[in-house]
């Protein structure tokens, strides 16, 4: 990593990509930031319009459009590119129009010289992430993916709702793929220290486990609500892609869950999975492997092997 600077170069100037940098413009993320779009005068325009809000921005920052060259000395390399998601389209469905685009962008991010994170959001997230491992036949903590770090978001959102808890005290992670077969291993969800199962039980009625399992419902399926109602989804990822960054640029070793390869953890190995996570300077520094149930277990291994399948069966 970069020590003079904090770099970052965004791949996909589209809705999902121009919503973190925005945010990331906001929080003052970093100090230069390169956009990188197949439809370069769409990149410039995005960088002159960004440029003339800095005058608002709490710090300065170097905005432009570049080319993958400029990836050479960069922290962090943010891939957003891909097709968009269609509604009532699954994730996993668009596995290979996605990955015949991430072709032709690895290969000449690595040709630069690039030598940091990849961080991937576009969707399948866990199996684009792998297709990037694969790719660029980079040390594997140094290729990670947003995972399900905004499905957590959105979990301990509707849980603080729920308990009337600020969400910044719910400790409660999705875990698995981040599509259908996502799942909430209800043994590990907290309140500060306190487990939520032990609330719901002495709450006498209350709060109640159902109540829950219904919320984690909302949460596998707020995507395609989202896409029914305006198409697509950008905002609530692009703050959790900065969220990230954030916590590499810092080196900070926080919690996140997410798109991880696993090397034994959960008895998984090879699969790129939503996890919680050591995230620092290094990128993905190591997997927090939690106690899981049986039954949360299965849930896991279930979800691997969606994701597992899907990957097999794709032509690279």
Sequence with gaps: ?????????????????????????????????????????????????LNHGVAFASSTMKIYAGEYADCGDADIVVICAGVNQKPGESRLELLKRNAAVFQSIIEPVVRSGFGGVFLVATNPVDIMTRVTYELSGFNPNRVFG??????????????????????????????????????????????????????CGQSGGKYQIEEMQRLSGEVRDAAQRIIEAKNATYYGIGMALVRICRAVLGDENSVLTVSARLRGEYGQKGVYAGVPCIVNGNGVDRVLELQLTGEEREQMDASCRILQESYAGMEM
């Design 1 to 49: 990593m970069c020590n003079n600077k904090r770099k970052i170069v965004l791949v996909g100037a589209g809705m999902v990509g121009m919503s973190f940098a925005y945010s990331a413009l906001n929080r003052s993320l970093c100090d230069e930031m390169v956009l990188v779009d197949v439809n370069k005068r769409r990149a410039q325009g995005e960088a002159m319009d």
């Design 146 to 199: 947003s995972g399900t770090t905004l499905d957590t978001a959105r979990l301990r959102y509707l849980l603080g709702e729920y308990f009337s808890v600020d969400p910044r005290n719910m400790h409660a992670y999705v875990m698995g793929e981040h599509g259908d077969s996502e799942f909430v291993p209800w043994s590990q969800a907290m309140i500060a220290t306190k487990s939520v199962l032990d609330v």
